[in-house]
């Protein structure tokens, strides 16, 4: 008899339709790998999502959640709570990433490259924090939603025309060159692959437009520099305490002809998105590994908080 799996999606952050996207995708794979799959959209009755789980009886949960409640450790904790295993990865490691301020100091703790950076509270800049260009965003959001990069003459100030939920933001410098990122999974990096955008920015269009961003993988740069950024990425996702499977974002800055590139950890995802066509299905297809295959790993990896 085949294992029962039960796809979470949906949700109610900003980033819903990623997540309806991911969860079709990843219901899909998961059938073509031999699993019995469910599927719920996920909104906002507690309640009922617990019992809604009940009575799909998983023997296992995949996690297809985007952003607040679904990446941030609240469903990690109901399903704790519920014993019933999970995929990606667990409650901490979960609201830690989320919180890009609190991983960064994580990050610069454990000798990891972040950008120079604050936080700032809303009213407290009278002037700008950084020199320009800098990049101000959300300290809890995902796929790049209400990331702002301020430039030389560029009138929009979000620090004073305040568009965030929140009363507190991050301040970062803005590193020119290169988007990179690298898939994990497990304790190892799958590979480091690059990512452009006509945009000048990885933004949440560039993400999911059609044609909005090109995947160059392997990405092209020198060997013992792809080497560190695999190595920054199995870091992050050790300090953090990620597992199954996760995606660390980096910048690298190779614009100073006379200078070595220096590589930075923006953040790391630990809800990737799961189309077939995403960032780590993508990587993982350039190392031989089939969506399907990717999914069926997730399972067999799935676990709860003790």
């Known amino acids: 008899m085949s294992r029962r799996v039960t796809v979470l999606m949906g949700g109610i952050s900003s980033e819903r339709e990623v997540s309806l996207r991911s969860g079709a995708a990843a219901a899909q794979a998961l059938e073509q790998a031999g699993f019995t799959v469910a599927s719920i959209d996920v909104g906002d009755d507690v309640a009922a999502l617990a019992a809604a789980i009940r009575h799909s009886n998983p023997d296992v949960v995949f996690n297809a959640l985007h952003g607040p409640f679904g990446e941030d450790g609240c469903i990690q904790g109901l399903l704790n709570l519920m014993r019933i295993p ?18 960064r100091q994580l990050f610069q703790q454990a000798g990891i490259p972040v950008a120079r950076g604050m936080v700032v509270r809303k009213g407290q800049c009278a002037v700008d924090p950084l020199p320009r260009p800098f990049v101000v965003k959300p300290t809890n959001e995902g796929s790049s939603v209400g990331v702002y990069i301020l430039r030389q003459g560029d009138n929009r100030d979000p620090l004073h025309d305040w568009p965030f939920q929140s009363d507190h933001v991050l301040v970062e410098e803005f590193v020119p060159g290169r988007e990179l990122t690298v898939a ?11 990512i452009t955008s006509e945009r000048g920015f990885y933004d949440y269009d560039a993400k999911y437009a059609p044609g909005g961003s090109k995947h160059i993988m392997p990405a092209q740069i020198p060997a013992d520099d792809y080497a560190e950024a695999c190595r920054l ?3 992050a996702h050790r300090v953090l305490g990620c597992r199954g499977v996760s995606r660390a974002d980096l910048r690298y800055d190779d614009t100073r002809p006379h200078e ?11 809800q990737p998105g799961m189309t077939a066509t995403s960032l780590v299905p993508d990587i993982a297809s350039y190392c031989g590994i089939s969506f399907p295959e990717l999914v069926r790993w ?9």
Do not use: W
């Open 260 to 270: 070595h590139p220096r590589l930075v950890v923006l953040e790391v995802n630990t």
């Open 86 to 103: 999970y995929t990606h990865s667990g409650l901490l490691a979960s609201a830690a990433a989320m919180d890009k301020a609190f991983s």
């Open 298 to 306: 997730m399972v067999d990896q799935a676990e709860c908080d003790a």
């Open 184 to 194: 994990v999974m497990g304790d190892r990096a799958l590979g480091c692959l690059e």
């Open 233 to 235: 990425a199995v870091e």
